[in-house]
């Protein structure tokens, strides 16, 4: 059974530190990999997806890696801003259509 | 413009009751899902329905329907609520089902079973 879990639950940073988010899933079997963020009260946002033959997607100061041996993600922000305060969620896609999602990293980054 | 609609945005109801969420994608999808996120703030497929067609079910009660009258909608009917039916919805959508897409959310309906 796929699990996924994200480390740390809870990051607190001063602006302007670059930061990772750690993913890590028990199973290699993957479609893809994707990085969410969700703000509070509202829907989710896609980041970054990574397909299971990709090594890594970059999106402006974002940037996600993927090591499928290992079953591990990283998603690494650069030079962090206040308006990155979010919950930054990792989901992995076993089959066709079906995400299953880590418990998300909350990140708060103070001015 | 929204991509994904959801509605209502909230909705708060007493056991036993029978209520729908609706939602709407206007991106010319072919699939689109529900998921459910609990007080702990884990996200669950339901399901998901690709052109009209059922294609995933997560051992949801049956008290839960979901029907697709066309490949841009796909609504959620719960039967007999119960206090553990309480959560935030999502709906989604993708291009297709499976493996290469980036999938869009809804902003989410909040459900409070008093």
């Known amino acids: 059974k796929q699990e996924v879990t994200q480390i740390p639950a809870a990051l607190s940073v001063p602006e302007g530190e670059n930061l990772v988010l750690n993913c890590s899933f028990t199973d290699s079997a993957i479609y893809n990999l994707q990085w969410f963020r969700q703000d509070p009260g509202k829907g989710l946002t896609s980041l970054l997806l990574?397909?299971?033959?990709?090594r890594e997607q970059t999106s402006g100061r974002l940037n996600a890696s993927l090591d499928k041996s290992s079953g591990r993600s990283t998603l690494y922000i650069a030079a962090s801003q206040p308006g990155d305060s979010a919950t930054y969620l990792c989901?992995?896609?076993?089959?066709?259509?079906?995400?299953?999602f880590g418990q998300g990293t909350e990140l708060s980054v103070k001015p | 413009d929204t991509a994904v609609s959801q509605t209502p945005k909230y909705l708060v109801t007493q056991m036993g009751n029978d209520k729908s969420i609706k939602c709407e994608q206007n991106l010319g999808h072919d699939t689109m899902y529900w998921y459910k996120q609990d007080s702990k703030k884990f996200l669950k497929i339901m399901f998901s329905?690709?052109?009209?067609?059922?294609?995933i079910n997560e051992t949801v009660p049956n008290r839960f329907s979901p029907k697709s009258p066309d490949k841009a909608h796909l609504n959620l009917h719960i039967n007999s609520l119960e206090l553990g039916d309480s959560a935030v919805y999502f709906c989604?959508?993708?291009?297709?089902?499976?493996?290469?897409?980036?999938?869009?959310f809804g902003s989410g309906t909040q459900l409070s079973v008093l």
């Open positions: 329905y690709n052109n009209k067609e059922l294609i």
């Open positions: 990574i397909q299971s033959s990709q």
């Open positions: 989901a992995v896609e076993p089959s066709g259509g079906k995400l299953i």
């Open positions: 989604a959508s993708s291009p297709r089902a499976g493996g290469e897409e980036k999938l869009f």
